[in-house]
């Protein structure tokens, strides 16, 4: 498994940005499938986006397309999430996922071998 630390949550007002970063450690292998995901309490774990450190693909939920954008530098083995655009229901906690067991969507969060942390992200009307 491959240690991951997000960073980069916080407090905006409604149409402000954030970007996120997820940093990984430990990486074998550069070529993997990373993923955003946001969770509210009570409600299951949303994939809101997705990037292929290969090949650079990306993937995004219908719900912040447009507005939200997935990026690698592999230089320094970070993913990042820009978030511009920010509305009151993209309030949650965020969490970076890596390492998708084959044959799986990437939207689907058990699919994933590698958790970090979490950061919060709340968006004020």
């Known amino acids: 498994q491959v240690q991951l630390v997000e960073s980069g949550g916080g407090s905006v007002q409604a149409g402000g940005s954030l970007r996120l970063s997820c940093a990984a450690s430990?990486?074998?292998?550069?070529?993997?499938?990373v993923a955003w995901f946001r969770q509210t309490p009570g409600k299951e774990r949303e994939g809101v986006a997705t990037?292929?450190?290969?090949?650079?693909?990306?993937a995004y939920a219908d719900s912040v397309k447009d507005r939200f954008t997935i990026s690698q530098d592999n230089a320094q083995n970070t993913v990042y999430l820009q978030m511009n655009s920010l509305r009151p229901e993209d309030t949650a906690m965020y969490y970076c996922?890596?390492?998708?067991?084959?044959?799986?969507?990437?939207?689907?969060?058990?699919?994933?071998?590698?958790w970090g942390q979490g950061t919060q992200v709340t968006v004020s009307s």
């Open positions: 996922a890596a390492d998708l067991r084959r044959g799986m969507r990437w939207s689907d969060a058990s699919g994933y071998n590698s």
């Open positions: 430990r990486y074998t292998d550069s070529r993997r499938r």
């Open positions: 990037i292929y450190t290969g090949s650079g693909s990306t």
